[in-house]
T-cell receptor, first 113, second 116 residues
Framework: AQSVAQPEDQVNVAEGNPLTVKCTYSVSGNPYLFWYVQYPNRGLQFLLK??????LVKGSYGFEAEFNKSQTSFHLKKPSALVSDSALYFCAKWGDQGGKLIFGQGTELSVKP | EAGVAQSPRYKIIEKRQSVAFWCNPISGHATLYWYQQILGQGPKLLIQFQNNGVVDDSQLPKDRFSAERLKGVDSTLKIQPAKLEDSAVYLC??????????????FGAGSRLTVL
């Protein structure tokens, strides 16, 4: 069973508009959830994480994510997109089996001027 | 602090040949991970080391892949013989402690392998 799902392969947004990159996860106790970003020919960079507490998590570069337990979602958001936000975004969950970080398949974000 | 170093950045080989990738984690990081990222997919954990011991290698194709972390610092991932489906980016990551859910992984830039 897939632990993390990113339903959109690609998201297109105009610069200055709000953006949302979706992520849902399989239920298993209290999840630890993460967002990473990957720029071309670069490794993954940590953006933010949810461990416990406030459902709205703030991270790097103006990104935030909302943990919704009833919908088992952890969508990544930004109020105003920048062209430089264009990259590949991965949602990840601390896995149920043996404690490993399991990634979704990724969503390519394209922000046009 | 210096990041996670990986080499080579790019490698092209023919099938059935062998290849090795090297990783130097952040100083002091006890846990080291090797992930395989196939184009269009999320990274998949191949092997996880805690110091110089293997914690998880359940998804490592052991008939062709091997990895070691001598002295609990640098690590080498080897593929022998390579298959076409091994074409991927091999990402090394490290974390301060054994992953507990709260620790953040720091990734290297990756080693891109093309098998012809």
């Amino acid at each position: 069973a897939q632990s993390v799902a990113q339903p959109e392969d690609q998201v297109n947004v105009a610069e200055g508009n709000p953006l949302t990159v979706k992520c849902t996860y399989s239920v298993s106790g209290n999840p630890y959830l993460f967002w990473y970003v990957q720029y071309p020919n670069r490794g993954l960079q940590f953006l933010l994480k949810y461990i416990t507490g406030d459902n709205l998590v703030k991270g790097s570069y103006g990104f935030e994510a909302e943990f919704n337990k009833s919908q088992t979602s952890f969508h990544l958001k930004k109020p105003s997109a920048l062209v430089s936000d264009s990259a590949l975004y991965f949602c990840a969950k601390w896995g149920d089996q043996g404690g490993k970080l399991i990634f979704g398949q990724g969503t390519e974000l394209s922000v046009k001027p | 602090e210096a990041g996670v170093a990986q080499s080579p950045r790019y490698k092209i080989i023919e099938k059935r040949q062998s290849v090795a990738f090297w990783c130097n984690p952040i100083s002091g990081h006890a846990t080291l991970y090797w992930y395989q990222q196939i184009l269009g997919q999320g990274p998949k954990l191949l092997i996880q080391f805690q110091n110089n011991g293997v914690v998880d290698d359940s998804q490592l194709p052991k008939d062709r892949f091997s990895a070691e972390r001598l002295k609990g610092v640098d690590s080498t991932l080897k593929i022998q013989p390579a298959k076409l489906e091994d074409s991927a980016v091999y990402l090394c990551a490290s974390s301060l402690e054994r992953f507990s859910g709260a620790n953040v992984l720091t990734f290297g830039a990756g080693s891109r392998l093309t098998v012809l």
